[in-house]
């Protein structure tokens, strides 16, 4: 199975800083990646699909990058709202996530 | 649009069968061309893909969980359904039910379903 890394597993930040997020595929999947953004006690809701385009509704502060095993997460300027756990994920069965990354302020 | 609800028994004891069910609303899955799936989640851990299937009866499942596990749809419902064999304290967690519109991500999530094993 694709083993999905992220990192940092933790990411400190203030409010209205830049946050970037990665994550790395043990095999190319080409541009076949997705992010999700969970809050606690809540489902994941999604962010990113096909490494760059965002999903229905997401503010353009969030920029889905990367291709092959290496993608990027950014958030050009943190809002309140963005403090939470962010997923990777890729559609090769058996699908897998990555361990995620919390953003805290 | 899309909206899932699961439901099931919150508590299942060791080497019990759980079940669990999906109520879609908003589409008709016998009409629609999505995969859906069940996701897992331990208390405080990572999302874990369970398997998926389609209208025409089409399924994938985890290797990790293949031998205990079943998925079956309900179309006059409107309905999918989970099967798990032999349950352990392994499989507590919360339990997702997820639309995959042919997109390879996932698009739209039940609120889950919390399921603790134990006796």
């Known amino acids: 199975e694709i083993v999905l890394t992220q990192s940092p597993a933790t990411l400190s930040l203030s409010p209205g800083e830049r946050a970037t997020l990665f994550c790395r595929a043990s095999e190319t999947i080409d541009r076949l990646l997705a992010w999700y953004q969970q809050k606690p006690g809540q489902a994941p809701t999604p962010l990113i699909y096909d490494a760059s385009y965002r999903a229905t509704g997401v503010p353009a502060r969030f920029t889905g990058s990367g291709s092959g095993t290496d993608f990027t997460l950014t958030i050009s300027s943190l809002e309140s709202e963005d403090f939470a756990v962010y997923y990777c994920?890729?559609?090769?069965?058996?699908?897998?996530f990555g361990g995620g990354t919390k953003v805290e302020i | 649009q899309v909206q899932l609800q699961e439901s099931g028994p919150g508590l299942v004891k060791p080497s019990e069968t759980l079940s669990l069910a999906c109520t879609v609303s908003g589409v008709s899955i016998r009409n629609d061309d999505s995969h859906w799936n069940w996701i897992r989640q331990d208390p405080g851990k990572g999302l874990e893909w369970i398997g998926y299937i389609h209208h025409s009866g089409t399924t994938n499942y985890n290797p990790s969980l293949h031998s205990r596990l079943s998925m079956s749809i309900d179309t006059s419902k409107n309905q999918i359904s989970l099967t798990l064999k032999s349950v352990t304290a392994a499989d507590t967690g919360t339990y997702y039910c997820v639309r995959d519109p042919a997109l390879g991500a996932f698009d739209s999530w039940g609120p889950g379903t919390k399921v603790t094993v134990s006796s």
């Open positions: 994920q890729q559609p090769v069965t058996p699908i897998t």
